[in-house]
């Protein structure tokens, strides 16, 4: 469990590396999506028949990388929006 949270970390903060610009996210939500992203792309990897989704492989991180940029887009759109209704 301990483990799955350190990659979380490590996931998401790669995650933000990779995407550019300037995001508003705190260490908690580049946790949480970086879990998410985790998820994600195991789940994607085991469809393609890579091995567990608890087990650490090449694809399912690179899946969980792309995955938590993507999540990282969309929760900066939401909050970009509720900002600009405000």
Avoid: C, D, Y
């Avoid at 590396?17 to 949480?32: E, V």
């Amino acid at each position: 469990m301990i483990g799955f949270l350190v990659a979380g970390l490590i996931i998401g903060a790669l995650a933000r590396l990779i995407k550019p610009g300037k995001q508003n996210l705190g260490i908690l939500a580049t946790l949480g999506l970086g879990l998410v992203g985790s998820l994600i792309g195991g789940l994607i990897a085991q469809l393609f028949g890579t091995g567990s989704i608890w087990e650490l492989n090449v694809i399912g991180f690179v899946l969980a990388v792309v995955a938590a940029v993507l999540l990282i887009g969309v929760a900066e759109g939401v909050a970009g929006k509720e900002k600009s209704h405000v």
